[in-house]
């Protein structure tokens, strides 16, 4: 350690992480991860316009070439932090092209996840409320363009198609999760997607429900069996359909209320080539 | 089951929770967890005034007497639904007092916790970067009145006081995550608390730090060692000098960066007799 | 840092943590939190017998006079390990006294919870399978004597009797997770707590059914929906009935299938009067 | 629904699984998630030999060809719970290949993961203790042949070259959470792969150390400083020189004690064709 390390400029400082690399290995990702950072949704006209703020879980990552020793992790926070007040997701490629840039990378890639809310109505009382789910943008920058990915996990009621056959009376049911994240061209919004989710599923959520609403619900499930597979396939089908979108993954877990483990259903398909 | 029950009308289904219960066993709280649902945060002028917009986690219950048969869960669901955009905290004792009402309930209690942001300046360079905490908030309403808790748990930095002694250079540092919950009377803000947090640790964290802040920090750290059982006390001695707080719980966990488990201290006091 | 410090004997280093504390601050508790270590269980004659091995994560703690600056760490640490393959339940009360002595503590406190294996036989095809349980243990010694709690969390169905009353056909169920942690007198074990918890159920699970058992459990849910309310109020009767159970704690969780949130009940009651 | 389902005999049940499926759309991994289940290890002759029974979560899924309405559940977990009182990981292949025989699939995956102690002795002292790591093996049986992957979670200590050379005493460190996962030739224990992945660190952890040993390893740390991209890339180098193995996956997640975020780095790489 120098003595010229005591001064606080930052002239003098080393910089450790631009020394050379001999080891000759390159990195396919550094950087942060679970960052907390506010961050501006849009609504879109048909859900009421206007803007929601909530919360976002950020990683941020470059790929390091094998003779660069470090990457600058402040600088991932300084092109976040000069977003003031919150990002939009708007905001989001030109944020991971900044981040490839000012970190001298062959490819940038920023992630976030965040609680979105849509304002629903019960289904016979009409009843308003808030129902949340979790949302997701992926980006990633290299020479060859940027890449984009929007996702939604919504939770909805499962059916048991076996246990409805089979029992005299009753069919086991239990919350699920299910998720989908897309690439798409045009217009998409997370209400887009929470759309096609809800459809695949028995029947959708709500926050409140009065009697009326939860007696619609149980019957609405009751008549429309799923079984982890069919709401994969039935939310394949409706994402095929969709002509903005040209690749999906999607899945379902299904929190299964006759056991303590889960059901899980999982495909991943490029449709590009259909349409 | 009676045919009456295939018709959608709210007037002639049956109360299943209004019936009465002859267990004779009163249920100390009954309600709902882990809603989410937006809340917006008044900044204090001294941090720059506004709101912020985030998200929270919230349960609600009731007291049930010994002779009813169920709470109505939707009624709790409705209370904050009223609150079309998003409540804040000052609307809290009124929401816990009208779940009080709405559900005919002896005692109420609504507690809520979320990400809250604080925009702080690193040390040397000045650079702004927003950082963020847990806040939370538990009132509880009976008869005898209104009870209300403020929190926050603030990570920080601790530095081990018997490595530094012991060793020739270097001493083991980690995270560690301090939390405070208050009562206290009149005007007290969440930047109050994050502040006597902070104040307890070894150093307080940033989100962005350059390196002649990183100098800074790592020497600061050094140069102020303390036990888990340090920061508690640091803690308490600073509260119990606030004349606003007359109750608090507080502890630290240190996520040890020698071990795989975690130091923990803990310690609970009513200051209302000394002041 | 005095030079004897680089010096590796043990005889010469300061014992920082034995020092004097000025702050006049007596600590609840304090010590190491999150520690993973092996189990190994008896199973009752009755289950089988024999043991089980199985992974507990433990927290440890014991009070800290005002006086004195830091509890030894390692200490804690060191009484466990002494257990060289895995401690027993049996061990605990021992383990607690000698945390209390080793620490020249007021108040010593050992908690334990760990995964839990029965063996148990589908309700039609007799089927056998594992079913996973979490246990727990809490032992407290103090000057005054021994304090210990037994835990045991089972997940269950519960299909709620609002949504069968209202609806035509169906009704809404799901997994919850109910919870009893128990003080009692005389021979107890994890299994007779685990009856207890699934019989307070609309129905108790198992890891593999087979179709005609799958109709069975879907059936016999149906035909004893429980509200969370009723759930704990049928547990705290038959834990009311059991001799040896002189106080309790019990909740439960139910992971609503037509909503985001849980549905929450608890309620603790001392019953040694009444026995 | 027919009379017949009132009838407890599995002869008569329908099958609806097993009806055709018009989709068209074949499922990538259908099957059960989270399923906790006893695992026996074998400790190799050098750690001591012998066993130890500890605590799988295992996912288990197949390959659902289009025309397939949907798999059968509860054969997963009968083929599990055939291995009565724990699996071993050498029954992990065979495992497999029954799942993919019972379900009459094209592929069949079995993951599980575990908690994993290895006695260590303290550096200085020689006291023994107990470290956990989590281990995990991921097998995957096609037409093609059997995949199989073994993988360790070690949790140690980095501490920050930039912090050390930038200031005038200190360093920041903290833990750390380091991850292979190897293809391999040969006998390969998780021991093996724990001792690369704790040489990548800055200093590996203890649950004990007496002062001696604190002194140890805090110097030790000190002398060692390594970023989170030194942490993969020596990794990487340790694993690239072990003639078994021909691919893997590696990364580390740095819990920064100066941030709220952590930092992180990944690599894969196929080393087949070097050797």
């Given at each position: 350690?120098?003595?010229?390390?005591?001064?606080?400029?930052?002239?003098?400082?080393?910089?450790?992480?631009?020394?050379?690399?001999?080891?000759?290995?390159?990195?396919?990702?550094?950087?942060?991860?679970n960052?907390?950072?506010?961050?501006?949704?849009?609504?879109?006209?048909?859900?009421?316009?206007?803007?929601?703020?909530?919360?976002?879980?950020?990683?941020?990552?470059?790929?390091?070439?094998?003779?660069?020793?470090?990457?600058?992790?402040?600088?991932?926070?300084?092109?976040?932090?000069?977003?003031?007040?919150?990002?939009?997701?708007?905001?989001?490629?030109?944020?991971?092209?900044?981040?490839?840039?000012?970190?001298?990378?062959p490819?940038?890639?920023?992630?976030?996840?965040?609680?979105?809310?849509?304002?629903?109505?019960?289904?016979?009382?009409?009843?308003?409320?808030?129902?949340?789910?979790?949302?997701?943008?992926?980006?990633?920058?290299?020479?060859?363009?940027?890449?984009?990915l929007?996702?939604?996990?919504?939770?909805?009621?499962?059916?048991?198609?076996?246990?409805?056959?089979?029992?005299?009376?009753?069919?086991?049911?239990?919350?699920?999760?299910?998720?989908?994240?897309?690439?798409?061209?045009?217009?998409?919004?997370?209400?887009?997607?929470?759309?096609?989710?809800?459809?695949?599923?028995?029947?959708?959520?709500?926050?409140?429900?009065?009697?009326?609403?939860?007696?619609?619900?149980?019957?609405?499930?009751?008549?429309?069996?799923?079984?982890?597979?069919?709401?994969?396939?039935?939310?394949?089908?409706?994402?095929?359909?969709?002509?903005?979108?040209?690749?999906?993954?999607?899945?379902?877990?299904?929190?299964?209320?006759?056991?303590?483990?889960?059901?899980?259903?999982?495909?991943?398909?490029?449709?590009?080539?259909?349409?």
């Amino acid at each position: 350690m120098t003595s010229s390390t005591t001064n606080n400029g930052p002239t003098v400082m080393p910089d450790v992480q631009g020394k050379v690399d001999v080891r000759n290995i390159a990195i396919d990702r550094v950087g942060v991860k679970n960052v907390t950072y506010p961050i501006r949704l849009v609504r879109p006209e048909f859900a009421g316009g206007g803007e929601q703020s909530t919360v976002a879980t950020i990683d941020m990552f470059v790929g390091l070439p094998a003779n660069q020793k470090g990457t600058h992790m402040s600088r991932f926070m300084e092109v976040l932090n000069s977003y003031d007040q919150a990002f939009r997701p708007s905001d989001i490629p030109a944020i991971t092209a900044k981040i490839r840039e000012r970190l001298d990378a062959p490819a940038a890639t920023f992630n976030a996840s965040f609680t979105y809310f849509v304002k629903k109505f019960a289904p016979v009382t009409k009843q308003p409320s808030l129902m949340d789910y979790r949302g997701s943008f992926e980006c990633t920058v290299t020479e060859a363009g940027t890449d984009f990915l929007m996702g939604v996990q919504a939770p909805a009621t499962s059916l048991c198609p076996c246990s409805k056959e089979i029992s005299a009376y009753g069919a086991h049911n239990q919350r699920c999760l299910i998720e989908a994240k897309v690439k798409f061209e045009g217009e998409m919004w997370l209400e887009d997607l929470v759309t096609a989710l809800e459809r695949s599923a028995s029947m959708e959520l709500f926050a409140v429900l009065k009697r009326p609403d939860e007696k619609y619900v149980t019957e609405r499930a009751y008549e429309n069996p799923k079984f982890v597979e069919d709401i994969v396939r039935d939310l394949a089908v409706g994402l095929d359909a969709d002509k903005r979108i040209h690749w999906y993954t999607i899945s379902s877990t299904n929190y299964e209320s006759i056991h303590s483990h889960d059901a899980f259903a999982t495909l991943t398909r490029s449709v590009g080539s259909n349409k």
